[in-house]
């Protein structure tokens, strides 16, 4: 392996032309750079220059090897700068969160990509349990959960609530629990967990016996409303789901009397360094959703 303290003095004696300046760059002595030269010489197993006098030309062994060393040279002198750089909008940062969440939040993080192109944001749609695994196993940077996380590991802060509202046909002004009986539920992946938290809050008949019968399904979260925009029943959903979606007028949006709401966490692996571009991240997602 090539001795990099006498690579760059030979670089520098090939830049400068001349041993006393190269000393005097190096803070050398004039024998210490030519006893530099000749160790390197020895361990390439060839001469680099050809002394004339008071001047010196490069070998062909000596140009084939500062076109190859400089590079390396350069490499070397800025890699503490690049190792330890720590850019505040730039790099990749990924991050997970619920479908209803992620249709609020992903198009503005995008509009921030494009304000700062150097960006690389890993947005993934992921239930809670998901989300959690990859911030344990360090396979994301930030994670916004609806059930704060017992886990050592992982820090968390409460940074806003999520609706959970009821919504129905436009044409379904009022809703009592003989309406939703009729309409029927449209179910969807979190559909039932939802459904109970509001409404065995509001409907007495529901807590006694929380059956609805079931109109259809959508494991789609944009798509969710678009059966009940159709006419075929109603569902539960959090209001950032409802509030993406693309046909807003066949739809009729109720807040119940007694409202329920989610929390949203922000998680991260709980760790010494957080880089910038992280903590950057991190103060955008609260902008956005506190």
């Known amino acids: ?75 070397l002198s800025t890699v503490q700068q ?16 619920p479908g209803s969440v992620g249709l609020k939040l992903y198009p503005h ?9 150097k960006l690389n944001i890993d947005y993934r749609f ?3 349990e998901d989300t959690v695994e ?7 940077d930030i994670g916004l959960v ?16 999520e609706a959970l509202v009821v919504i129905t046909p436009e044409k379904t002004m009022n809703v009592d629990w003989e309406i939703l009986s009729r309409l029927g539920f449209i179910n969807h992946p979190d559909g039932e967990y939802h459904a109970k938290l509001l409404l065995s809050a509001n409907f007495p008949e529901y807590a006694e016996n929380p059956q609805l019968r079931h109109a259809g399904f959508c494991n ?5 409303p ?13 209001q950032y789901a409802v509030e993406s979606f693309a046909k807003p007028q066949l739809i009729r949006v109720h807040r119940l009397p007694v409202p329920v709401s989610e929390t949203l966490y922000l998680c991260s692996r709980r760790q010494r360094f957080v880089p910038h571009r992280v903590k950057v991240m991190m103060d955008e997602i609260k902008r956005k959703l506190a």
């Open 226 to 238: 678009e059966p009940v925009s159709l006419g075929l029943g109603f569902t539960v959903l959090p």
């Open 126 to 128: 992921a239930p809670n």
């Open 109 to 117: 993080l995008l509009a921030f990509q494009r304000r700062h192109p």
């Open 1 to 75: 392996m090539i001795n990099t303290v006498w690579l760059k003095t030979f670089c520098t004696l090939v830049e400068t032309k001349h041993f006393t300046l190269t000393a005097d760059k190096l803070f050398m002595t004039q024998s210490g750079v030519s006893q530099h030269i000749k160790k390197l010489e020895k361990q390439i197993g060839a001469p680099l220059v050809a002394r004339e006098d008071k001047q010196f030309s490069l070998t062909e062994a000596g140009k084939k090897l500062y076109l190859e060393g400089k590079e390396i040279v350069e490499l």
């Open 146 to 161: 609806t059930t704060e996380p017992a886990n050592n590991l992982l820090v968390s802060e409460a940074i806003g609530e």
């Open 220 to 224: 789609q979260i944009a798509l969710i």
């Open 134 to 140: 990859a911030l344990t196993e360090s396979n994301a």
């Open 82 to 97: 690049r190792v330890t750089a720590d850019p505040a909008f730039e790099g990749t940062v990924r991050i997970m969160s």
